[in-house]
Structure formats: structure tokens, C-alpha cells
């Protein structure tokens, strides 16, 4: 069965610093999907990166990339240049076809002090 | 434009009462989801559907009844619920339910409060 771990229940970053939070997963299958999702205090789950594991090159999106180790299972978020508004918790999932489900990890909550 | 839309942001009802959360994509989206999350916790599935037909159904009681009467509307309907269903409800539409389209747009979710 597919699992998600984030194994950072709560982390704290200073302004304008640089956060990594990770995530590891288990899986059987060589082709699906790894998600970063944030849940700010105004509880929409916003979608921040997508990443194809068939795809080598990791993906980026402005201030955000992750560091994907296929072979490691890892897949661990890199938040750059740290805003106030990056304040929320972040969600790591997985889809893949054998489920056709999204699944989360347990979330890491993010605070970023000013 | 990745805007879903779920109304009430809030609800109370008692155990009795029947009520409806109402999810609205015009993404032309094929797929949406419902899922329940409690505080502090990941979002738990609970129901897909896929060109408007239900295909996944999370063993839920059936006190929560889903329906999708066309591509861009669904509802979840609630009756006789029990307090431990306060959560905040949360829909999610996607292109197609396949792994290729799956990406998940999600709605800011209804609280719900059962006294």
C-alpha cells in the first residue's frame, strides 16, 4: 500500500530565510504523481507544485522546488525568500493509478516569523 | 481561472435536521471529490465522481448521500448526522479522475457543526 511520511509535525523560519520540509514516500509503482498542497488559516488546500516521476528534472514554481530522489523515495519542499504568507501547513501527497486516490501525509505546520 | 466554489462556509445543524453542501466548478472539470477533514488532520476521501457518475465511495455512512446532477454541480446531502461529523468538508475538482489529469483544485470548504 501507498504511504506518505512527513516526519515534521512543526517547523518555524525566519523571514526571508530558506525552509526545506521533507517527505518520504512507499510505493510499487513506477509511474505517478507528488504534490506539495498549503492550508492557510483560511482552510482553501492550495495546490504549490507538481512533480511527474517519470520526470528527472525537478520542478519549480517562483519561490518553491522540490528536491525529487526517485530511488530514495524522497520528495522534500524548498521554500526560498520565506513570507509571512507562507505561514499555513503543507501537505505532501501521492496519486498514483493502482489507488486512482490522493494521499496525504500527516502535514507539517510552517510558521514564519517576522 | 481555478476557482471552486462550496457554500455555506459554515453550518450548524442538529441531528435531526437534513441539509445540503453545494459544490460548484466551471473549469470544465470531469471529475470532483468530497472529502472530510478534522482539525490538524490530512483531508480523508470519501467520494469521486467521474463524468458525473459516482466511482469511488470510501465505505461512508449513509447518513452522507452525494449526488451530481450535471458536470459542474455537487452535493453532498446530510441527514440524522452524529456529532463526531463536525469537520470541515472539503471539494475538490480535477480535468479527469486519471492519473495523467488528476490535479486537484480545491474549494475553501464547508464547517460544519452537529449539536
Known amino acids: 500500500a501507498q504511504t506518505v511520511t512527513q516526519s515534521q509535525p512543526e517547523m518555524s523560519v525566519q523571514e526571508a530565510e530558506t525552509v526545506t520540509l521533507s517527505c518520504t514516500y512507499d510505493?510499487?509503482?513506477?509511474?505517478?504523481?507528488l504534490f506539495w498542497y498549503k492550508q492557510p488559516p483560511s482552510r482553501q488546500m492550495i495546490l504549490v507544485i507538481r512533480?511527474?516521476?517519470?520526470?528527472?528534472q525537478n520542478a519549480t514554481e517562483n519561490r518553491f522546488s522540490v528536491n525529487f530522489q526517485k530511488a530514495a523515495k524522497s520528495f522534500s519542499l524548498k521554500i526560498s525568500d520565506s513570507q509571512l504568507g507562507d505561514t499555513a501547513m503543507y501537505f505532501c501527497?501521492?496519486?498514483?493509478?493502482?489507488?486512482?486516490?490522493?494521499?496525504f501525509g500527516t502535514g507539517t505546520l510552517l510558521a514564519v516569523q517576522p | 481561472d481555478t476557482e471552486v466554489t462550496q457554500t455555506p462556509k459554515h453550518l450548524v445543524m442538529g441531528m435531526t435536521n437534513k441539509k445540503s453542501l453545494k459544490c460548484e466548478q466551471h473549469?470544465?472539470?470531469?471529475?470532483m471529490y468530497w472529502y472530510k477533514q478534522k482539525a490538524k488532520k490530512p483531508p480523508e476521501l470519501m467520494f469521486v465522481?467521474?463524468?458525473?457518475?459516482?466511482?469511488i465511495n470510501e465505505s461512508v455512512p449513509s447518513r452522507f448521500s452525494p449526488e451530481c446532477p450535471n458536470s459542474s454541480l455537487l452535493n453532498l446531502h446530510l441527514h440524522a448526522l452524529q456529532p463526531e461529523d463536525s469537520a470541515l468538508y472539503l471539494c475538490?475538482?480535477?480535468?479527469?479522475?486519471?492519473?495523467?489529469?488528476?490535479?486537484?483544485?480545491f474549494g475553501a470548504g464547508t464547517r460544519l457543526s452537529v449539536l
Open positions: 475538490a475538482s480535477s480535468p479527469e479522475a486519471g492519473i495523467a489529469k488528476n490535479i486537484q483544485y
Open positions: 512533480q511527474e516521476a517519470y520526470k528527472q
Open positions: 501527497a501521492f496519486y498514483g493509478g493502482a489507488t486512482n486516490k490522493l494521499i
Open positions: 510505493t510499487s509503482e513506477s509511474n505517478y504523481y
Open positions: 473549469m470544465g472539470h470531469r471529475a
Open positions: 465522481y467521474s463524468y458525473e457518475k459516482l466511482s
